[in-house]
């Protein structure tokens, strides 16, 4: 069989500690986590009066395509896990999930192109990344993850490291961690 490699972004302000210890475990059960970046602390992007969110990364293999693992495995976490849409996208949440890189493909995945532009846009979604597939070539920009988060460098000052937040938990023990 073979199997598809996803590379997510994570990020929650709402109980954030918590719902990002319940989504990997979730995420563990439905499909075989392969790696977990450090977590950060970042401020809210757009709607600033809210609470900062913490972000991490995870790699997975799953035999869903792209689109299976978005509708049957993320967006059914995030509902679990309380997450309701609002009109603007920047609100708070419980939990988001997104597929940022799926293979090495290019493509549409209902509105989100994949790979998802906020790799060159966003530290938190790049830097993450960076840590945990640092030779991953992006399929569009031809640089390497590390490439793109050297670019983030300045906004690493806005971002602050939480090493304690997924330490010594069960799930985390038995998966490989990136040093930040």
């Known amino acids: 069989m073979t199997y598809n490699i996803a590379y997510l972004s994570l ?5 954030p500690v918590k719902n990002l210890h319940a989504a990997l475990e979730l995420l563990a059960a439905k499909t075989r986590l392969v790696a977990v970046s450090s977590v950060w602390e970042t401020a809210p992007v ?3 009066e809210q609470p900062n969110f913490l972000n991490t990364a995870a790699i997975v293999e799953t035999d869903l ?7 049957n495995v993320l967006a059914a976490i995030e509902q679990q896990l309380g997450r309701v849409r609002q ?4 609100a708070p949440r419980p939990i ?3 597929i940022i890189l ?3 493909e290019i493509f549409q995945l209902g509105q989100r192109h994949i790979p998802d532009p906020e790799i060159a ?4 979604v790049a830097i993450p990344l960076a840590e945990i597939a640092p030779d991953y070539v992006h399929p569009e920009l031809g640089q390497t993850l590390a490439e793109i988060a050297q670019g983030f460098e300045l906004d690493k000052t806005r971002m602050h490291l939480r090493p304690h937040v997924l330490a010594d938990t069960p799930l985390m023990m038995k998966i490989p961690r ?3």
């Open 96 to 98: 988001d999930l997104d």
């Open 46 to 48: 757009g709607l600033t």
């Open 178 to 180: 990136a040093k930040a």
């Open 65 to 71: 395509t792209a689109e299976q693992l978005k509708q």
């Open 87 to 90: 009109a603007d996208k920047n």
């Open 102 to 104: 799926f293979n090495r």
């Open 121 to 124: 846009e966003r530290a938190f």
């Open 11 to 15: 990020g929650s302000n709402i109980e």
